[in-house]
């Protein structure tokens, strides 16, 4: 139970645990004398759920002990796929999660991860996240999601990562 000047918040996601990534709903844990001033700054800065959304968010926690489980297997099947095929590259520096859905690597020879990302997608076909979007520690690093429902499009991006990398990228 928090104390009433907590001012710890919490901020939940249906995002990734739930697979609703794009549908823009969650919930706050805070101290209950923080609840009018978090219904002003609500109400005016975010918009009505719909209908479905909601409904989808009752469900996913109706079926949390089934759907969680099954989410988190396969998010570490497709790292575990992601991971090695990565460190296999020459020229990369892996810094593997032990949880999350996200890989983080930088290549050698590159410091600017947004160049990078942009050089990518261009001749590789691979999108993937600058490091420079989250942090300017992050500079020089790339993001890969590898929530994907189908692990052979994690080693098609590898080998196409892969075959840029063979061609000669600096």
């Given at each position: 139970m928090a104390a009433p000047d907590d001012r710890l918040v919490v901020a939940h996601s249906f995002s990734k645990s739930f697979l609703m990534t794009g549908w823009r709903l969650g919930w706050l844990v805070m101290p209950a004398s923080m609840t009018r001033h978090m219904g002003k700054l609500i109400e005016f800065n975010t918009s009505c759920a719909s209908v479905f959304?909601?409904?989808a968010a009752l469900e996913a926690i109706r079926r949390t002990d089934e759907v969680t489980p099954r989410v988190v297997g396969h998010l570490k099947q497709c790292r575990d796929t992601l991971v090695p095929l990565l460190q296999q590259l020459?020229?990369?520096?892996?810094?593997?999660?032990?949880?999350?859905?996200?890989?983080?690597?930088?290549?050698?020879g590159y410091d600017d991860s947004l160049v990078l990302a942009k050089r990518l997608v261009a001749e590789a076909g691979l999108g993937l996240a600058p490091g420079s979007a989250f942090a300017p520690e992050a500079q020089g690093w790339l993001r890969w999601c590898f929530a994907s429902k189908d692990l052979g499009r994690l080693r098609q991006g590898v080998d196409r990562l892969g075959s840029w990398i063979a061609r000669g990228r600096l």
């Open positions: 959304t909601q409904k020459p020229g990369v520096q892996l810094s593997p999660a032990a949880g999350g859905m996200y890989a983080f690597f930088k290549l050698d």
